[in-house]
C-alpha cells in the first residue's frame, strides 16, 4: 500500500505535468538534469522541483526511440517500480521511495537529499571512508534481498549511496528479479544470486576486506565462467570498442 507522502507527491507531479502539457516539459521547465543518457538505452535522470518546494527524482526515457521505449525502456521502467515497491513496502533493505510512472516511460523516486556514491577506497578522504559497520549492513541487505528470492541484478559501487549518518542505500533495481518458488525459479536462482554475491564480495575486497571468508577470497581468484566471459566482454569488447566509439560522440541526437 502506497503511504500518504507518496500519494500526496504522485499527485503533486501530475497537477504540475498537467499544467506544463506533458512530463517531458514539466522536466525541462522544472528540472534539472544530474545524468544525461550516454547511448539510446539509458534513461536521463532529472532532479524535479515541485511547487511546495519538494524535490523529486525521475528517470526518463521519454527522448528515447518509440522502438527502444516499447521493447526495452517500459520494460525496465515498470520492473524497477514493482521491485522497488516490493523491497520498500515490506523492508527488505533501505531504498528510495517509488512514487509512480507517468506517460509510460518516466518513473519518479524520492529524492535522496544528502546521499553520495560508494567508491573506492583510494578516492574516500579517510576521515569519510564507510566503516565495517556500513558493509556489514550492505551484507545484510544482501542477504535479506535473496532470503525473500530476490535479486538485485546490477550490485557495484555506482548503485549503492552512503547516507548521511553512513548508512547503506542500494539504488537501480531495472534488473531486479522476483522468484516465485516455480521449477524454472528453482534452476537460475543460484545463479543470480551468486552474482550479487561475486559482486558484493568485489566490493568487499576493497572497502573491508576482512569481512571475506576464504570461500569469497577463493571466488575472487577463480569466478564461475559466466562471470569470466561477462569480464571479458566488458573489458575486451566494451570498452575497446563502444566505450570508445560512445566517448567520441559529444552528444545524442534528441529525439523528435
Known amino acids: 500500500m502506497a503511504s500518504p507522502s507518496s500519494d500526496s507527491a504522485i499527485l503533486a507531479i501530475q497537477a504540475l505535468s498537467r499544467d506544463c502539457g506533458s512530463v517531458v516539459a514539466m522536466l525541462e521547465r522544472h528540472g534539472t538534469v544530474i545524468k544525461r543518457a550516454r547511448s539510446s538505452g539509458d534513461s536521463?535522470?532529472?532532479r524535479l522541483l515541485l511547487p511546495d518546494g519538494r524535490q523529486v527524482l525521475a528517470k526518463s526515457y521519454a527522448k528515447r526511440l518509440w522502438l527502444i521505449r516499447i521493447l526495452f525502456a517500459r520494460r525496465c521502467i515498470q520492473n524497477e517500480y514493482e521491485k522497488l515497491k516490493l523491497v520498500h513496502d515490506n523492508g527488505y533493505a533501505c531504498v528510495?521511495?517509488?512514487?509512480?510512472?507517468?506517460?509510460?516511460?518516466?518513473?519518479f523516486l524520492e529524492f535522496l537529499e544528502g546521499t553520495r556514491p560508494l567508491k573506492r577506497r583510494n578516492k574516500h578522504p579517510e576521515e569519510s571512508h564507510p566503516d565495517a559497520v556500513f558493509y556489514r549492513q550492505l551484507q545484510d541487505m544482501i542477504g535479506n534481498l535473496h532470503a525473500h528470492q530476490l535479486c538485485h541484478g546490477d550490485i557495484r559501487r555506482g548503485n549503492v549511496l552512503i547516507s548521511k549518518d553512513m548508512k547503506p542505500i542500494l539504488i537501480d533495481f531495472a534488473t531486479a528479479c522476483h522468484f516465485s518458488g516455480g521449477l524454472l525459479s528453482k534452476l537460475v536462482t543460484?545463479?543470480?544470486?551468486?552474482?550479487?554475491?561475486?559482486?558484493?564480495?568485489?566490493?568487499?575486497?576493497?572497502g573491508c576486506p576482512e569481512l571475506l571468508n576464504d570461500m569469497q577470497r577463493q571466488d575472487l581468484h577463480t569466478p564461475a565462467w559466466y562471470m569470466r566471459l561477462g569480464n571479458f566482454?566488458?573489458?575486451?569488447?566494451?570498452?575497446?570498442?563502444?566505450?570508445?566509439?560512445?566517448?567520441?560522440?559529444?552528444?545524442?541526437?534528441?529525439?523528435g
Open 233 to 255: 566482454y566488458r573489458h575486451h569488447i566494451y570498452r575497446r570498442f563502444i566505450k570508445r566509439r560512445r566517448n567520441a560522440t559529444p552528444t545524442m541526437k534528441k529525439d
Open 190 to 206: 543460484p545463479f543470480f544470486m551468486y552474482i550479487d554475491n561475486h559482486n558484493l564480495s568485489k566490493i568487499l575486497s576493497d
Open 96 to 107: 528510495s521511495t517509488p512514487y509512480g510512472i507517468l506517460e509510460k516511460d518516466t518513473l
Open 44 to 46: 536521463d535522470v532529472y
